[in-house]
């Protein structure tokens, strides 16, 4: 019997810790969701560690849940880091092509990525990611791929994404003590996008916000790259927090009030359309206009996309967006965001999922499971879709047909 390829990915947020497990099918070459895992987080603050001890026993009570639910067990999962410690940065490189007939084989596109990697960071801080954007060939000819071309001297772009070193290692010291090794850092703008954006619209231009729970997140892709991150200190819970303060109720009261009857868009709610919330709120005659609590909720919405619209000016050369605006994470759920961002941004938007994923149906089409289910299929690239098999060098079927079913979302 051949050996099922799994990968697992770990999302540690401010509210929840998500756990993915996804197989290959055999059969289709498809990526497969078998297993999540969701937990309560307790133990971080905008994106890092600050409580060790319960941020060990959160990501073990996700990932106990995912392996129970797929029936397997993993030793190594993709993890994702985010939160305003990262940031990004445009590198250069440049070298000599090594070969006598001026053709550009792998080693040089290596050592050029390499050489625009080599900066100066102070020593708290590590790369997590290298990323090329382009290549230009004897100062003239900008490609995105050199290899087989000729010329004497290959310069690489390249994008680099770095954080705080004892930040990372905190965070894979809590993976690490659920028996879990960290197979690689994934910047979550990153990892959401294989999830929920395609090839085309990477090509053409597109934003994505992820509205989590403690931080929002805003990136932007163009031409097959990611072209600019940033995070804003806002995020889903300070609607709840809105809520817990003007009706007078507990956190926990108020978000299942926000789960259960929340929505934007509050001029469009009737005049005399009341909601009851004696029993969920434990408080008798608990009667509200149902355009009152809109009007919380759209206050604080407002606020996160007056800050978008602040950092999207920010972005260099953003011009028109053909691709729209895609919103993930838990605070994608609300009810009449789509339409409130449009109105807003002046730009198609759509909540993000992901259709053509196989596998458990409200898992890959869940906004707030977005990162999660991104890190198996940036895994899945980066494990499986360039491996060969046998003696003869030939990729299997499945990995074959992975490598087709990438290239729908890859540049």
């Not at 941020?55 to 880091?81: C, E, L």
């Amino acid at each position: 019997m051949a050996r099922k390829q799994i990968v697992a990915g770990i999302d540690v947020g401010n509210l929840f810790v998500k756990a993915a497990i996804a197989e290959l099918d055999q059969e289709t070459g498809r990526p497969k969701i078998i297993g999540v895992g969701v937990a309560e987080s307790h133990g971080l603050r905008r994106g890092v560690v600050h409580n060790l001890d319960e941020t060990i026993r959160d990501i073990g009570q996700a990932i106990h849940q995912a392996q129970t639910m797929a029936g397997t067990r993993v030793g190594r999962a993709y993890v994702a880091v985010n939160g305003p410690h990262l940031r990004s940065q445009i590198s250069r490189g440049v070298i000599a092509v090594s070969r006598a007939d001026n053709e550009i084989d792998q080693s040089d596109v290596e050592r050029v990525v390499e050489a625009a990697s080599i900066v100066n960071l102070p020593a708290n801080r590590e790369i997590i990611h290298v990323m090329p954007r382009n290549f230009t060939i004897d100062n003239q000819e900008v490609v995105k791929n050199p290899l087989g071309m000729k010329g004497y001297r290959l310069e690489a772009e390249v994008l680099l994404i770095d954080g705080l070193s004892p930040y990372i290692k905190n965070l894979a010291k809590c993976v690490n003590a659920n028996d879990i090794e960290v197979a690689g850092f994934v910047y979550s703008p990153l990892a959401a996008s294989y999830a929920v954006l395609d090839k085309k619209q990477k090509e053409h231009g597109v934003l994505k916000v992820d509205l989590g729970g403690g931080l929002s997140t805003l990136s932007f892709f163009n031409e097959g790259d990611l072209v600019y991150a940033a995070t804003l200190p806002i995020g889903a819970q300070h609607i709840t927090h809105d809520l817990a303060v003007a009706l007078r109720t507990t956190v926990e009261q108020a978000e299942a009030v926000k789960l259960q009857y929340g929505f934007t868009g509050s001029h469009s709610a009737g005049k005399k359309e009341n909601i009851d919330l004696s029993t969920l709120l434990e408080d008798e005659n608990m009667i509200i206009p149902r355009k009152s609590l809109g009007r919380i909720i759209d206050d604080r919405v407002d606020e996160v996309f007056g800050l978008l619209q602040n950092e999207l000016k920010r972005i260099p050369n953003l011009g028109i967006v053909p691709s729209g605006v895609v919103i993930i994470g838990g605070g994608a759920r609300l009810a009449g965001l789509a339409g409130f961002a449009k109105e807003r941004l002046k730009l198609p938007v759509r909540i993000g999922g992901h259709p053509e994923l196989a596998g458990l149906a409200d898992t890959v089409n869940d906004p707030a499971l977005a990162v999660a289910t991104g890190l198996v299929l940036y895994g899945l690239e980066k494990d499986y879709s360039g491996k060969n098999t046998g003696g003869s060098g030939q990729l299997s079927g499945s990995l074959r047909k992975l490598k087709g079913w990438l290239k729908n979302f890859l540049p």
